[in-house]
């Protein structure tokens, strides 16, 4: 019922930096965690980082330093700044949230949704 939709993925270069958004939709009662998984080619798929409702973050050692997530609670929306970019960080990125929605006999229940993943390149 809630669904997430990613963007701003692409190729660019070593050191370069991108942009990612997920907004969530739907019949939203509240959003707790927000998270960015990613999965390489032949790998399994990773928490990059996640963020609270508070706005608390945690981090992979990874991309400690360059990565930033962040939230507009607002617009249900999280977002995940990369920066100095290589190529090891090269992977199909996840959106993932939990948190409460209103179902069709309008009680909040629970859920935990995936977004369809974002590829992101990064190659000279």
């Known amino acids: 019922q809630v669904q997430l939709v990613e963007s701003g993925g692409g190729l660019v270069q070593p050191g370069g930096s991108l942009r990612l958004s997920c907004a969530a939709s739907g019949p939203i009662f509240s959003i707790y965690f927000m998270r960015w998984f990613r999965q390489a080619p032949g790998k399994q798929r990773d928490l990059v980082a996640h963020?609270?409702?508070?706005?608390?973050?945690t981090y992979a050692d990874s991309v400690k330093g360059r990565f930033t997530i962040s939230r507009d609670n607002a617009k249900n929306t999280v977002y995940l700044q990369m920066n100095t970019l290589k190529p090891e960080d090269t992977a199909v990125y996840y959106c993932?949230?939990?948190?409460?929605?209103?179902?069709?006999?309008?009680?909040?229940?629970?859920?935990?949704?995936w977004g369809q993943g974002t590829q992101v390149t990064v190659s000279s």
């Open positions: 963020i609270s409702s508070g706005g608390s973050t």
């Open positions: 993932n949230a939990d948190g409460s929605y209103y179902d069709s006999g309008a009680r909040v229940v629970g859920f935990n949704s």
